[in-house]
């Protein structure tokens, strides 16, 4: 049985939470009371019942679309991102070289002149991609959602070592900006920082990330807007001890808001992150220290996460600071899943790992969650990523 630890406490993280009073109906013409669960229409006596999801009190706000963005790709494209997460492991994370790149699409992989990777251009709705072990599923849920907010970046033999990989999910808020910069940046920023940094481990390089990404949305990027971030490291090293040919491998995770990781273990869901919301005790008392407050689960009475990369304008209060985890990883471990809210609202851990744990194609188990999501009401934009982890000795 491999072994998790935890080293942050509680509450260690912010991310974006769309919950706001319920306004109208998000059909013309429709008035819907959330008391009764009815929505009626207009000079008619005629009733239709809501469905279960739209039967509450609070949705999401409009999104603001002044400031979204202008995205020029309307493809997916994949990233090499090196990744680490602050934890308590004490191995220093090696220098990284950046590793070539894959435009992934639906029909394929092809190289890439960048060494970034971007996900969906602004006009893509929805959609999914593929490499190697990774799939993902994405959707605007324009039922909802007037844009795409999301990133997401993926790369399966990160740094050229077999089986190595880095996932990573940004689900932005209040504009594109901020989650699309960390989608364009964040990889490079690591690697500088591994490299300045290489005798520290693979937690501390990771949080310096974070921490140095939400200093340059607010100085460089100057955007208002910002994003909750999930990101997990599949580290590969050789088993020097016993067997050279052999390897060991080692998950770190690190989140800030309510983006979320979730790892099967033999069939039973592990969550390898932590939520932070405007609902957590931890998380209350450390903004009240820090000169603010939380009212309606709201941090100031504007947002609903704790913790988030940008939303320089709450910078005092919604930090940057990662909560992290480390796991080594065995036999038992089959399935990662890494998903934003959009998802997570309408689904349990445990229902997660349910529905696509015998879906060996990554890609249809991505589109599984989707589908899941979309199927039970989610107000929010959606993206899944699923990671199956090779069977085979590295």
Known sequence: MSENSDSN???????????????????????????????????????????PRLQRSFIPPPIDTENASKIHESSFQGNSLSTLSPSSLGAGQPAANPSSLAEVSAGGVEPLVSDNITDAGEHTETGSTQCAHIGVSFSKNRRYRRTME?????????????????????????????AQWCGDNFADLFRKLATNHSSESVPEVLNRAFIEADRRLASEVKTSSGCTAVVAFVKV??????????????????????????????GKAKRLT???????????????????????????????????LGDSSLKQF????????????????DILILACDGLWDVCSDQEAVDMVRD????????????????????????????????RDNL
């Open 150 to 178: 999301d990133a997401h970046y993926h790369k399966y033999d990160f740094d050229g070592i077999k089986g190595q990989s880095f996932l990573a999910i940004f689900d932005g808020h209040a504009g594109r900006q901020a």
């Open 9 to 51: 406490a509680p509450g260690s993280g912010a991310s974006y939470n769309n919950t706001g009073e319920y306004a109208g109906s998000p059909t013309d013409g429709v008035f819907e009371s959330a008391a009764s669960g009815t929505a009626t229409f207009p000079n008619t006596t005629s009733s239709i019942q809501l469905p």
């Open 237 to 266: 090293e050789k088993d020097a001890k016993d067997d050279p040919s052999k390897h060991s491998r080692t998950l770190y995770c690190a989140n800030v808001g309510d983006a979320r990781a979730v790892l099967s273990r033999g």
């Open 318 to 333: 919604v930090i940057g600071n990662p909560y992290t985890t480390e796991t080594k990883l065995d036999d038992e471990d």
């Open 359 to 390: 879906e060996s194609d990554p890609a249809r188990a991505s589109q599984i969650l989707l589908d899941h999501a979309l199927s039970n009401d989610s107000m929010d934009n959606i993206t899944a990523m699923v990671f199956r982890m090779p």
């Open 274 to 308: 932590y939520d932070h919301k405007g609902d957590d005790s931890h998380e209350i008392e450390r903004i009240s220290e820090a000169g603010g407050y939380v009212f309606n689960g709201r941090v100031n009475g504007i947002l609903a996460v704790t913790r988030a």
